[in-house]
Structures are given as C-alpha cells and as structure tokens.
C-alpha cells in the first residue's frame, strides 16, 4: 500500500502555494475540479497517496487549511481550483494576529507540504502537537523565507524568522528551504520573466513539491516512502535543511523546446546558480555536500544515468566531505500520462548542504541589527511568553547559530569527533 500524505497549508503564503500544488497534483494525476476522473484511470499512478475517495467516488485532497483571515482559502483561485475540499478540514480565525507574517512549516503525516509566512507561535505549537500525537510519522515542511538582501513591508521579519528556524530545528524531520531572491532570480534567469508576481513564484515552487513527492505517486523500487527519503538525505537530525534545484525551467508561454538529455539535466542541477537559496560566497568556510538526491522523471537509458555520473566525478562537480564516501544518489520515476510536456526528461535535485549556514548566519545578522536597538518590539510584548523578557527570542538566535557552527563543522575532516549537543 503506498504512503497516505497529509497537507497542512498555513497562513497566506503557504495556501496560495498550496493552490498551485493541488493544481499540479490534479493535473498530473487526471482529476478534474469537481473530483472526477478526466479520463479512464491508467492504473499507473498513486491517487490514494494524496486523495481519498469520497462515497460518490469523487477524489477529494486530503489537506488542512488553516489561516488566520478568510481571504485567500475563500477566493476564487482555491473555488476554481478544486470544488471538493472537505470544508470540516477549513480552519480559519477571524482574530488579528499580533505578531506579523514569517516564514514558517507545514506538518504532515508521513510527508507534509506548503509554507512561507504565519505567526511562529502557531508553527512552533502545531509542530510540537503533531509530533507528539503522531511520534511514528514523517513530519517534513517547505519554508520559503523572506529575502534577506531586499527590503521588507514586514519589518520584524529577522525576529520571526529566527523564532521558527528554532522549531523547524526541533520538530520535522526534514525542511526544504527556499527563498524568495533566489526564486526570484531564476524566474528571470532561466524562465526569462522580467518582472514575476507571486503567482509564477508559487508555481514555480509547486513545481519542486510535485517533482520532490513523485516518487510516492509513481512506481519507485527504492525512495517509495518518504522515510527513505528521509533517511538519506538527513542522517544527522539537526542538520536536515534540503536544499533544491529543478530543470528545465521554462516559462509556460515559452514556444522553444530546451534540449534534456540525461548528462544536461545533471549539468544544469550541479550547477551553483539552479539552488533555489540564496547563500552567498563564503570565504572562511569550505562548504561541501553532505548527501544529495537527483530524482529524474522521463524515458530514457540507465547507461545514460552511468555515464552522467561517472562524467560528474572526472569533473569533481560535487565536494564531499573527507570523513563520509560521498556520491550522487539517483532514482527515476515515470511522468505523469495525463500531461504532456514540452521535455522529455525533467530533474528535481535535493541536498543537503553546508552553505545553508550562510542563509542563516544572515537572518541572524538581520535579527542582531534590530535586538540591539530593541526595535520593534511592541507587539511581542503582548504575548504572554514575551511579556516579562525577550530571552526566548535570544534562545532561538542561539539555537540558529549552533545549528551553523555544526554545519561548519560538517565540512571538516574531524566532524566525527564532534560532540552532538542536539
């Protein structure tokens, strides 16, 4: 029986992102808005693994949406989208928020999807609450953070972010990490939009959640669960902070087919600039992978996969680090036959990386500019947790900055004869 899949949606961000998911998800696998099959069943595909059938037999999403105010779960893209949500699992509070909008998780059984901004009250406790009702099962999130190069309409954004790195630390068992620069700068790069509004940015991001979950949804030997997954990407608990790239990425107006044979999609992964975070240069660190995982979705020969690999390891493409062997792990799965593509053959990446202590290292640089000065700090102080001192928030920071001195540290031949504090 494959793996049931349950989608937690929160605040704006993560249902707008949610919306293209599903619609993706809907696409691939032959379902119509009204819960109906578009045409005759394949046979091929998992629907159970994020659908169950209603009595009517009509394939409803088995997702939670939860947001504070009603706009987005209650506009016409979600109606259009898919008319058979299963209203019981709509949650929406009318109250203000006092804490502005952050980056944050979704929780799940078994896997889990959509996220960027909610209060990180809400990620902390739902985080926590599922893990301890459901101790057996996967709990993963995708977190798209905030641009920390870039002006922000949220001010308080470093304080939030550094509050629910803190529980994505503590409580899934994997996070894919994504931010909105480096989104931002491959929807112009390689899709040649110049100017993309959110609606690109969150398709382009349920492109990766689609690719990252076919494997559960398609005939897979190997990465058929996302405990396997899981198992191989993030060996060490704290540090399980993916990372993506994705090819072809094209623009859905785009009238030219881009070349994919197998060795030019592993290419265009292992390149730097296909990431979808954006880490900078660090020139005191020597950053390295610490496991990866290229998902290939098409048809095409095994020996091609060989040959790529072994063409990627002449080249040194990929530093490993001196303590672990290190290698490109791959699967490949079938593509959906409800859709057709321009493509022949698509590559999702995801690693493990060290540089993702650069991103952090830069939310908590961010965070210290404005904790110094006490910056707009007059809407925490009406929570309670908040109320006598501000050290919760300062426990986070420290929190976010072991995090990255292990990261760090991951990248050394001696990291075996490092002290695990988590």
Request: glycine share 4%; net charge negative.
């Amino acid at each position: 029986m494959p793996s049931e899949v349950i989608s937690v949606q929160l605040g704006q961000c993560g249902n707008q992102i949610g919306i293209e998911f599903w619609k993706s998800l809907c696409e691939e696998h032959g379902i119509a808005p009204d819960g109906t099959l578009t045409e005759e069943d394949s046979g091929v595909d998992f629907k159970d693994v994020f659908f169950y059938q209603a009595d009517d037999c009509r394939y409803i999403p088995r997702s939670i949406l939860i947001d504070l105010e009603p706009r987005v779960i209650n506009g016409r893209s979600v109606n259009s989208t898919y008319q058979q949500w299963n209203q019981s699992l709509i949650i929406l509070g009318f109250q203000e928020s006092s804490t502005p909008n952050t980056p944050t998780s979704t929780t799940g059984r078994t896997s889990t999807n959509p996220p960027r901004e909610e209060a990180p009250e809400t990620t902390g406790e739902l985080a926590i609450a599922w893990e301890s009702r459901f101790p057996k099962n996967v709990i993963q999130a995708y977190s798209v953070f905030p641009s920390v190069n870039e002006m922000s309409d949220v001010v308080v954004n470093p304080y939030n972010s550094v509050l629910t790195l803190e529980r994505l630390i503590e409580n899934p068992d994997s996070v894919v990490i994504l931010d909105n620069e480096a989104l931002n700068r491959l929807a112009v790069d390689k899709m040649h939009i110049s100017d993309p509004d959110f609606s690109k940015i969150n398709a382009l991001v349920s492109k990766v959640m689609s690719a990252a979950t076919s494997t559960l949804r398609f005939p897979n030997v190997v990465f058929s669960r996302m405990s396997a997954i899981n198992a191989h990407l993030a060996p060490f608990p704290p540090m399980h902070f993916l990372q993506t790239g994705y090819t072809p990425l094209v623009s859905p107006n785009t009238e030219w087919v881009q070349k994919t044979s197998v060795q030019d999609v592993f290419r265009r992964l292992l390149q730097p600039n296909s990431m979808m975070v954006s880490t900078g240069v660090d020139r005191k660190n020597a950053h390295c992978m610490l496991a990866c995982l290229a998902i290939i979705q098409g048809s095409f020969d095994m020996r091609d996969v060989n040959a790529a690999l072994e063409r990627v390891s002449e080249r040194n493409s990929t530093r490993f680090p001196e303590w672990m062997p290190g290698s490109v792990e791959v699967t490949s799965t079938m593509k959906s036959p409800y859709t057709k593509t321009s493509h022949r053959i698509s590559g999702l990446l995801l690693a493990n990386h060290s540089s993702a202590s650069m991103m952090f290292r830069n939310i908590v640089n961010q965070f210290d500019k404005l904790r110094k000065r006490n910056a707009y700090l007059d809407n925490f102080k009406k929570e309670a947790i908040f109320a006598d001192s501000f050290d919760v928030m300062d426990q986070s920071r420290e929190k976010v900055l072991q995090l990255c001195d292990l990261y760090e540290k991951a990248a050394t031949p001696d990291f075996l004869d490092t002290p695990m504090s988590y």
